[in-house]
């Protein structure tokens, strides 16, 4: 054989194998750690919403999807008036008006959210209704309200008294200061894994009290208020959401999980992250919840307080999240 067709062939061999063993090694890395342990059904959320986790570990219990666990669990807090950061009762902006904010994922990566919508208690409903019935992701202001009334939810007036003559005193100075873990600007997220092994996620809110007009924050934003990936696990955010859009926080997590941290480990970095783009600045509150596929969970945040409710078929517990700066 003469030498050039010689090396040749050698080089198209030894090329071969070296692209080959590339592949395999990239299809590796790409996929999540095999579960070993039989998976059993797990919600988490954030902060003390006793009676949200309660009602979707009867879901989960009775067989449930962690779909339909997530929607009717965080809907106890929509339609909760003395919560004043998630659906009814909740603070309006500083015209006065109560809107809302939501998001789902289920284990597919399907995904459906509303932004900006007035007039409905429910907002994780219609969002899942944007999800499950149209071609969309995203639906905003009269466009989500006028789709939620088509789709049979009822028109109800969503500021109460009590938030009513909040926003009238507040107006006497108009001084917007959210307060660390003062219920202005928290959200409920909630994350689920069924008898199946699999994952969705939820995540409502009334915003920030006394808010712009329009303003929407981290939570209807699939990535960063929420994301879920069944074959790794789910992540989600509370505190001031234009600090978590910045680093797309909870896909940030979920990535950080895929790549073998523990869902403890991932909240950490997904809160150093953002304290680091904030040049240590930390006058304000973030707290993440994470669950990977093992049913692990995590939890933390900036200031001490944030807390976060586990409910499986070991007990049901209210857990204080580590946090950066010291109690």
């Not at 009822?154 to 307060?179: H, R």
């Not at 879920?228 to 909870?250: H, I, P, Q, W, Y």
Request: charged fraction near 25%; charge should be positive.
């Amino acid at each position: 054989m003469k030498r050039r067709k010689f090396l040749k062939n050698s080089s198209l061999s030894t090329a071969g194998i070296f692209s080959a063993s590339l592949l395999a090694s990239c299809e590796t890395d790409k996929k999540p750690q095999a579960v070993n342990k039989t998976i059993k059904p797990i919600v988490i959320a954030t902060w003390d919403v006793l009676n949200a986790t309660n009602k979707a570990w009867k879901v989960l219990n009775n067989a449930g999807t962690a779909l339909d666990a997530v929607e009717q669990g965080v809907m106890i807090e929509e339609a909760d008036i003395n919560n004043q950061s998630v659906g009814k009762g909740g603070r309006p902006d500083r015209d006065g008006n109560v809107t809302l904010d939501a998001c789902i994922m289920d284990k597919d990566s399907n995904c459906g959210a509303v932004l900006y919508l007035k007039n409905i208690v429910h907002p994780i409903s219609v969002a899942r209704k944007v999800m499950e019935e149209t071609p969309h992701v995203m639906l905003a202001g009269k466009g989500a309200e006028l789709f939620a009334y088509q789709k049979g939810f009822k028109k109800e007036n969503l500021l109460t008294e009590k938030s009513k003559a909040e926003w009238l005193e507040w107006k006497k100075t108009s001084k917007y200061q959210p307060i660390i873990n003062i219920e202005n600007h928290d959200t409920i997220g909630m994350l689920a894994i069924d008898s199946k092994g699999d994952i969705a996620g939820a995540c409502t809110t009334s915003g920030m009290a006394y808010k712009i007009g329009g303003r929407v924050g981290d939570s209807p934003i699939i990535g960063a208020g929420l994301f879920v990936d069944n074959e790794v696990g789910g992540a989600t955010a509370t505190g001031v959401g234009e600090e978590v859009v910045r680093t797309v926080g909870s896909f940030l997590i979920v990535e950080l999980m895929r790549q073998g941290k523990t869902p403890q480990e991932a909240c950490e970095e997904g809160v150093k992250r953002i304290i680091s783009k904030n040049n240590e600045k930390l006058d304000f509150q973030i707290g993440f919840i994470a669950i990977n596929k093992k049913g692990e969970t995590g939890g933390y945040c900036i200031q001490p307080g944030f807390t976060y409710r586990v409910y499986s078929e070991q007990g049901h517990n209210n857990k204080t999240a580590s946090s950066y700066i010291s109690s």
